[in-house]
């Protein structure tokens, strides 16, 4: 019987298997950020065990890092403390730090790809959730807890049982203005945040192929929100193009050493996976979360739905939504642009391409994020920030931003904020923040019209989408 992508790379890295039990996993890089390393490293010093593989860790600032003025000292003490305790971490262990300031830093789920350390046939782990993003390339990437960060540190490997394997096909030609986002928002809300525990997912089919790079991260980056350990899209002409070239990508002859077994990586033509869907790209239409889960998603001109459910109901009050209401002209106060999922530079060049000679909405505050200093850069250099200035939006430099009250980029109580992040959960952006999750576009088109709109019928001229 044929292989899965998946089991290609999962067994291609089992050092030992536990006798009626679970294996031991090798793991190829393991990202690190300030938030769940600290606790970590303590542990390998309380215990005396030095670092197994420093070579192969890569660490950024980004969950706490202000996204403004970063040259000058972070105001918020926590935040502050913990930005400074990684950098003496590495500074003492020897490991590669893309810190404040460095042209490098980023969101490591943004920095990571763009410099070529993601890498097709990978295993790869981070103490964050989202680190499935890393899976667009064929890649086994999925986010540990910091007990598992200590692990890694100690012996390059984990302890792991095989989840099962997933496949979710979509085949056809997607409509105008609906983006990856709006297939992954489209996918949760069908499926439910719950139908993904315990495997890992493989998206296949027409739609997949034909995104960018960008847009395939978009999508696995919010496998996770179903529940999902991680999600993968078989490695392709556009994932090798993507690679090439980049900063630590392998060069000349061993990049084409590499390629050619990229290429028996895909799924084998007789493989079976443990459960299968099929959805039809026509179905989906650009979409807006209404709820306080990834889950609770509608077309842009639907109606939310009715259900007598205590926990339904709960949600429904958080948000200060009705029922049977649209959110089709509903006034929006707060817009943010970033996050690991949507904030690349083909999403803000979308965004830019809408907003192009016209003005934010007087009553909108926009925030625009880059995911990291190399976006920032190509913003900056393709004309892009001045679009987004020009219109009155607010730009800041890289972090994971208004993704998570974790940071000074809070969401006031009570505010809706329509976001292109990935999480919708009471208090994500603030305490009584209220996220409305959105692809890059219908985020923009809020920006300018003050009120959610219906994106497909603004965008006939847009090249981009």
């Given at each position: 019987?044929?292989k899965?992508l ?8 089992v050092?030992?298997q536990?006798e009626n039990g679970?294996?031991i996993l090798y ?5 690190i950020?300030?938030?769940?390393s600290?606790?970590?490293?303590n542990?390998?010093?309380?215990r005396?065990i ?6 192969q860790?890569v660490a ?6 202000p ?5 000058l000292?972070i105001q918020?003490?926590?935040?502050k403390k ?9 500074d003492?262990?020897g490991v590669?730090?893309y ?6 830093q980023?969101?490591?789920h ?18 964050d959730?989202h680190t499935?993003t890393h899976?667009?390339?064929g890649?086994?990437?999925f986010g540990?807890?910091?007990s598992?960060v200590?692990q ?6 984990l302890l792991?049982s095989?989840p099962?394997?997933m ?6 030609k997607?409509?105008k203005g609906?983006?990856p986002?709006?297939?992954?928002l489209?996918i949760?809300?069908?499926?439910g945040?719950?139908s993904g525990t315990?495997y ?5 089919g027409?739609v997949f ?10 999508v ?7 529940g999902?350990r ?9 994932t090798f193009?993507?690679?090439?070239g ?6 000349g002859?061993d ?11 895909p799924t084998d033509?007789d ?6 869907y099929t959805?039809?790209?026509?179905d ?12 609770m998603?509608?077309?842009?001109t639907?109606?939310i ?5 205590v926990s339904?109901?709960k949600?429904l ?5 009705q029922?049977g ?5 509903k006034q ?11 904030s690349?530079?083909?999403?803000f060049r ?7 000679g016209k003005q934010?909405?007087?009553n909108v505050?926009?925030l625009?994020?880059?995911?990291s ?7 900056k250099e393709e004309g892009?920030?001045?679009v987004?200035e020009d219109?009155?939006?607010?730009m ?6 208004a ?6 980029d809070?969401?006031p109580?009570?505010e809706?904020c329509?976001?292109?992040?990935n999480?919708n959960?009471?208090?994500?952006q603030?305490q009584g923040a209220r996220t409305?999750l ?7 088109a809020t920006a300018i019209?003050g009120?959610?709109v219906?994106?497909t019928?603004?965008?006939?001229e847009l090249e981009?989408?």
């Amino acid at each position: 019987m044929g292989k899965t992508l998946f089991d290609k790379v999962w067994d291609s890295h089992v050092v030992h298997q536990v006798e009626n039990g679970p294996q031991i996993l090798y793991i190829d890089k393991h990202l690190i950020h300030e938030v769940t390393s600290p606790q970590a490293f303590n542990e390998l010093e309380e215990r005396n065990i030095p670092l197994f593989r420093k070579e192969q860790i890569v660490a950024t600032a980004d969950h706490n890092v202000p996204t403004k003025d970063q040259h000058l000292p972070i105001q918020d003490l926590l935040s502050k403390k913990q930005v400074e305790m990684l950098t003496e971490n590495c500074d003492k262990h020897g490991v590669t730090l893309y810190g404040l300031g460095h042209p490098y830093q980023g969101i490591v789920h943004v920095m990571a790809p763009e410099l070529g350390i993601t890498q097709p046939g990978m295993t790869m782990v981070c103490g964050d959730s989202h680190t499935s993003t890393h899976g667009a390339f064929g890649t086994i990437a999925f986010g540990i807890g910091t007990s598992q960060v200590a692990q890694v540190f100690a012996s390059q490997c984990l302890l792991l049982s095989k989840p099962k394997s997933m496949r979710i096909t979509v085949n056809g030609k997607l409509k105008k203005g609906v983006l990856p986002k709006d297939v992954i928002l489209y996918i949760i809300a069908q499926l439910g945040t719950n139908s993904g525990t315990g495997y890992f997912v493989e998206y296949a089919g027409d739609v997949f192929e034909n995104m960018t790079m960008e847009g395939r991260m978009t999508v696995c980056n919010m496998s996770i929100e179903m529940g999902a350990r991680g999600g993968m899209i078989a490695p392709d002409e556009t994932t090798f193009n993507y690679v090439k070239g980049r900063e630590f990508a392998p060069k000349g002859e061993d990049f084409n050493k590499k390629v050619s077994y990229w290429k028996t990586l895909p799924t084998d033509a007789d493989a079976t996976f443990d459960k299968e869907y099929t959805f039809d790209a026509a179905d989906i239409a650009p979409m807006v979360t209404y709820g306080t889960n990834p889950g609770m998603g509608i077309k842009i001109t639907e109606r939310i739905p009715s259900k007598d459910d205590v926990s339904f109901e709960k949600s429904l009050e958080y948000m200060g939504l009705q029922k049977g209401e649209k959110l089709l002209g509903k006034q929006i106060n707060y817009v943010f642009i970033g996050s690991c999922t949507n904030s690349r530079i083909e999403d803000f060049r979308i965004a830019a391409e809408y907003i192009k000679g016209k003005q934010k909405a007087a009553n909108v505050n926009a925030l625009i994020v880059p995911g990291s200093q190399q976006v920032a850069q190509q913003i900056k250099e393709e004309g892009i920030q001045a679009v987004f200035e020009d219109a009155g939006f607010e730009m800041r430099q890289s972090g994971c931003s208004a993704c998570l009250g974790m940071n000074e980029d809070k969401i006031p109580a009570g505010e809706y904020c329509v976001s292109t992040s990935n999480r919708n959960f009471e208090g994500r952006q603030g305490q009584g923040a209220r996220t409305i999750l959105a692809s890059p576009l219908v985020a923009a088109a809020t920006a300018i019209a003050g009120k959610i709109v219906d994106v497909t019928e603004e965008i006939k001229e847009l090249e981009l989408v």
